[in-house]
């Protein structure tokens, strides 16, 4: 799209200590070699094919990783076909859209990329930056991805085959698949680590009059071993940004043209609350075919004890921090007109949502619990998703000062 964890931590620290005992090492050498991992925000900005990696704490850009160094090579590698069809993705895509996701290693060495309209998935070795390996996506699109809470396996969209693809995060191997919706687009692990969900949004290039033709939008839950489609559920409109609870009982999702979000029960399979946000003027004055690739709003996270929501207005320039389970909304953050407010991602603290302004090139910070922006930071051109990791503090030389 041209629109421009606590858990993780134990199973490292576990990890670890077990391949220390294995080796005579004691547990305290075990714990040591976890004091070189740095929590890190890394923002992907699509334009210009790098990830900015922000400090968790202080929130300051440690520097870039390119991740598109082979962005000529590969143009020139490509016959007239290829060339062609490389040409149409752009045009749909409303420009060049060099990284979509990255996500970083348990061991926070390597980055792993899905890279839009280059239409494949690549990791990168944070330290010297060399490409290990890079894979085409079947479709030539390759969108949001996700990685394996042990880091063995990263799934990427392939928007345009109804598909996710599972790469082996050692080799970039495709070592299975999954059927999802028309046009996938998130994926993401339970809590738990045992589902995957993948949310679908149908054919972005048809008018709203024509939703009825826009294909399956839904959410496809999948078992995260054998890949195997557990349950899907059918929606009106596409998914778009979406939390859900540990529990996996209910979900809060962004759809296509709605300016708010829904609160969906799994269990029955329907929408039991929606919520409809104010328009800013600028927004109030488009139609809904005015919308980035059909989204109204379009980025959504929980606080760390999920007791509030970060709900980002695309189309309003604003984010707002809702309560819950009461729904009521404790304030607002404006940003510039056409600022593109797009992708929101909660803090390791759980106190903070970072959110991309896409257009500004920067990266807002609000606080959950005031619902005040504290600082703005300057990533790349076109930041879009935001993930949270661990960076080894040792590889961080390797990076390009912002």
Not at 92 to 106: N, T
Not at 284 to 301: E, R
Request: charged share 20%.
């Amino acid at each position: 799209m041209r629109l421009r964890g606590a858990f993780g931590s134990a199973v490292l620290a576990l990890g670890l200590l077990f391949a220390g005992a294995g080796a005579g090492a004691s547990p305290a050498a075990a714990v040591d070699a976890t004091a070189s991992l740095r929590n890190v925000l890394l923002v992907g900005n699509s334009s210009d094919g790098t990830v900015s990696f922000l400090d968790g704490a202080t929130f300051k850009n440690l520097g870039t990783l390119d991740v598109a160094p082979d962005k000529q090579a590969l143009f020139d590698s490509w016959d007239i076909f290829r060339q062609a069809i490389h040409s149409i993705v752009v045009d749909q895509a409303k420009g060049e859209h060099l990284v979509d996701d990255a996500q970083i290693s348990p061991d926070g060495r390597t980055v792993y990329v899905s890279r839009g309209t280059l239409g494949d998935a690549a990791a990168f070795d944070v330290a010297t930056g060399k490409e290990l390996w890079r894979t085409d996506i079947e479709g030539y699109k390759a969108d949001h991805a996700a990685l394996s809470p042990d880091g063995t396996r990263f799934v990427v969209s392939a928007i345009a085959s109804a598909k996710a693809k599972v790469l082996d995060t050692a080799t970039g191997a495709v070592v299975n698949e999954f059927a999802t919706g028309t046009y996938p687009h998130e994926n993401m692990y339970s809590a738990d680590g045992k589902h995957i969900y993948n949310m679908s949004i149908g054919t972005v290039s048809l008018l709203k009059a024509f939703n009825f033709l826009k294909g399956a939008k839904q959410v496809t839950e999948v078992d995260a071993t054998t890949y195997k489609v557990i349950k899907t559920y059918p929606f009106e409109y596409g998914v778009r940004p979406a939390v859900i609870t540990p529990d996996e009982t209910t979900m809060y999702a962004q759809l296509s043209y709605l300016n708010g979000f829904v609160e969906y029960d799994f269990a029955t399979g329907t929408i039991t609350r929606t919520v409809q946000m104010p328009f800013s003027t600028k927004a109030a004055a488009l139609s809904p075919d005015d919308y980035p690739q059909n989204s109204a709003h379009h980025g959504m996270a929980f606080n760390g004890a999920k007791t509030k929501l970060c709900d980002v207005g695309t189309i309003d320039d604003y984010t707002a921090i809702v309560s819950r389970p009461a729904l009521t909304t404790d304030g607002f953050v404006n940003y510039p007109t056409d600022a593109l407010p797009y992708w929101a991602t909660t803090s390791a603290d759980g106190n903070y949502c970072f959110v991309t302004l896409s257009n500004l090139d920067q990266v807002s910070v609000v606080d959950y619990r005031t619902a005040k922006e504290v600082a703005r930071i300057d990533v790349g051109d076109f930041p879009q998703r935001e993930r949270l990791g661990k960076v080894d503090e040792s590889a961080l030389g390797g990076l390009t000062a912002p």
